[in-house]
């Protein structure tokens, strides 16, 4: 078995005594059938209520730009969880039909979206950075506005919502099209913060994914004013993605939105995290940027950025979007 690294340095360090043996299942090809908040149990849910205030303005143009990668974050949790009795978690649900949420269109804008300076993607209206604090230490991740009864939910990684295990960040704030310290459609304090239970009590990298529901911004709600991605969980393994984020450790700077593409393969160095890779070499800070199946960002996202492995890696892993992920979307989605 090969360690990985962190995406600080690109890449989270996984302990070998946290493993836990799951068995990746066939991919669904049942039909699309509607999900409801009440089709799941909210103890499988970890949520915590936001109640600071003065978030937005905490987050300076300089304290965006010192905070660290949060990708360190996931390290921490796997060397906890490693000296820890190994807990089995349960296995993700593939046999489960897909489940597709539709995207939600943004109402016109009086603001006009500056286009790239210096990078590889066009700023993107529903990606964005997303920053927070924990323990004292101020941390960046990337993050996308997607499609949600409540108009006002962020999908990311699960370790850039909890230490996995450990406490749920504060000041959690999410910066859509963030492009060379600008917030062209202004910056969003969340007031939730929900993640699957198997990554906030275990740190269980298969179900590496949170959502944060973000408050009103003058009177207005997030999809309104960025749009929201439509969403797929339970969907075929192997499909081909286009994935988002803002890379910030070297040689990337995180003030610009970059992309990966490719076909997604099974990670052969930890099968049981039943997580897919795909070609990319984004490094910390692209932590919780979206996975879209297809080749542009009005596709359905499916994944997140997670991990890959050591300095120099050439593949991001994210999470199979199955039941245990679709449950903590549907709770936060419904908040």
């Not at 059938?33 to 209520?49: L, Y």
């Not at 909890?162 to 007031?191: D, I, Q, R, S």
Request: hydrophobic share 35%.
């Amino acid at each position: 078995m090969r360690t990985p690294k962190t995406l600080a340095t690109s890449l989270l360090t996984l302990s070998a005594a946290a493993l836990l043996a799951l068995s990746a299942a066939g991919a669904a090809t049942a039909s699309p059938a509607p999900v409801k908040a009440s089709d799941f149990s909210a103890s499988d849910v970890a949520s915590h209520t936001v109640t600071e205030t003065g978030t937005a303005g905490y987050w300076t143009a300089e304290r965006m730009r010192n905070a660290v990668p949060g990708d360190v974050l996931a390290d921490k949790a796997m060397k906890r969880n490693g000296k820890a009795a190994a807990k089995p978690a349960a296995a993700p649900l593939e046999g489960a039909a897909p489940s597709t949420v539709e995207a939600t269109a943004p109402k016109l804008q009086s603001q006009a979206l500056q286009t790239k300076a210096n990078g590889s993607e066009t700023p993107v209206k529903h990606i964005g950075k997303v920053f927070f604090t924990l323990g004292g230490t101020n941390y960046v991740c990337s993050g996308n506005s997607v499609s949600s009864a409540n108009k006002s939910t962020v999908s990311t990684a699960g370790h850039c919502v909890n230490e996995g295990p450990g406490a749920f960040a504060t000041k959690f704030t999410f910066v859509p099209a963030y492009l060379n310290g600008a917030a062209p459609y202004g910056m969003w304090t969340a007031k939730a913060l929900y993640a699957p239970t198997q990554w906030s009590s275990g740190g269980d990298m298969t179900y590496d994914t949170g959502y944060a529901v973000m408050s009103t911004l003058n009177g207005q709600y997030l999809s309104d004013v960025v749009g929201g991605s439509g969403l797929q969980f339970n969907a075929a393994r192997g499909l081909s993605y286009k994935s988002y984020g803002y890379p910030a450790a070297a040689p990337f700077n995180g003030e610009s939105l970059k992309s990966c593409s490719g076909a997604a393969t099974n990670d052969p160095y930890n099968p049981q995290f039943n997580t897919q890779g795909i070609p990319c070499n984004m490094t910390g800070g692209s932590s919780g940027g979206p996975w879209f199946i297809g080749s542009s960002s009005t596709g359905y996202q499916n994944s997140i950025n997670s991990y890959g492995y050591g300095s120099n890696s050439t593949k991001m892993y994210g999470p199979y979007w199955g039941t245990v992920i679709q449950q903590a979307y549907t709770t936060a989605a419904a908040s």
